[in-house]
């Protein structure tokens, strides 16, 4: 299947309208890609009758073009040194900042299928059984209610299990059924799972003291990843931390943050 200039140029505007994402015309073999898959699993002959769907029928086919068109690549342990970083570092400094209210919530924005937030869970229980008294919160959001949903599901691939999973993690955490592995219901239970989109209003949970926003603003303009960072600094606990991708910054794109390095990574703080 091909996709037309027109139907490429309707899908890049559509996309860039209702999630601030932009796709260049380099991009658009991605759409054709993606969107040939979605019109197989429409049973429509060709990308043509899928937009055509989305251009004069209901939304839902919009819908489902923007979430095949968000990338969704995740891994667990993605980019190790972040949880290095929370598990020498930062925990420890976090937990006796909270020992009085026994509070913890970590954001993981754009979490895509679950691996970060389940990730971020299982390093809870191996390093800090002493929140195990707390009362601990790790959500996460995404633009695509298909993929919360495959994240609530909790049933990953063998080729999911062979990217940054530790053997130990996997015998410990996970039943085989079938040819899937099933997260055990003592992770499945430290995560919540909510639809976010980051360019509309939200104020839906508690002041987070870790935001995982690692590898979303690349898909931004300078000015969408202005307004995500602010509402961002607004939201965080004043001592908080965020973590962004190894390609983003707050550098000339925000004010109000303040980097700060580490021997392999880097986060980000509220300048006081």
């Known amino acids: 299947m091909s996709v037309s200039p027109a139907d490429a140029a309707f899908v890049r505007e559509l996309v860039l309208r209702c999630s601030a994402i932009q796709l260049d015309e380099e991009k658009d073999y991605l759409i054709e890609m993606r969107l040939a898959q979605l019109a197989r699993e429409q049973g429509l002959a060709d990308i043509a009758a899928l937009v055509s769907r989305a251009r004069s029928g209901p939304r839902d086919m919009s819908v489902k073009i923007i979430?095949?068109?968000?990338?969704?690549?995740?891994?667990?342990?993605?980019?190790?040194?972040?949880?290095?970083?929370?598990r020498l570092t930062l925990l420890p400094r976090l937990i006796a900042a909270r020992a009085a209210q026994?509070?913890?919530t970590i954001w993981s924005a754009g979490c895509s299928s679950g691996q970060e937030p389940?990730?971020?869970a299982m390093m809870l229980l191996e390093q800090f059984p002493v929140l195990s008294a707390w009362k601990v919160s790790i959500i996460g959001t995404d633009l695509s209610e298909?993929?919360?949903?495959?994240?609530?599901?909790?049933?990953?691939?063998?080729?999911?299990?062979?990217r940054g999973l530790p053997a130990r993690l996997l015998t410990k955490y996970f039943t085989k059924v079938g040819l899937h592995w099933q997260l055990n219901p003592e992770?499945?239970?430290?995560?919540?799972?909510?639809?976010?989109?980051?360019?509309?209003?939200?104020?839906?949970?508690?002041?987070?003291?870790i935001v995982f926003l690692r590898n979303v603003l690349i898909y931004f303009d300078v000015q969408t990843k202005r307004t995500i960072l602010d509402r961002v600094r607004q939201t965080i606990a004043?001592?908080?931390?965020?973590?962004?991708?190894?390609?983003?910054?707050?550098?000339?794109?925000?004010?109000?943050?303040?980097?700060?390095?580490?021997?392999?990574?880097?986060?980000?703080?509220?300048?006081l």
């Open 67 to 86: 979430e095949a068109m968000t990338t969704h690549e995740t891994t667990f342990f993605r980019d190790l040194q972040p949880f290095e970083i929370m």
């Open 102 to 104: 026994r509070t913890l």
């Open 118 to 120: 389940y990730s971020i």
């Open 146 to 162: 298909q993929v919360l949903a495959r994240a609530r599901e909790a049933t990953f691939k063998q080729m999911d299990m062979n």
């Open 187 to 209: 992770v499945r239970r430290l995560v919540e799972y909510r639809q976010l989109n980051l360019i509309e209003p939200w104020s839906f949970f508690p002041k987070p003291d």
């Open 238 to 271: 004043k001592d908080g931390v965020l973590f962004l991708g190894a390609a983003e910054t707050t550098l000339n794109v925000a004010a109000g943050w303040e980097r700060v390095a580490t021997d392999k990574h880097s986060y980000y703080q509220v300048q």
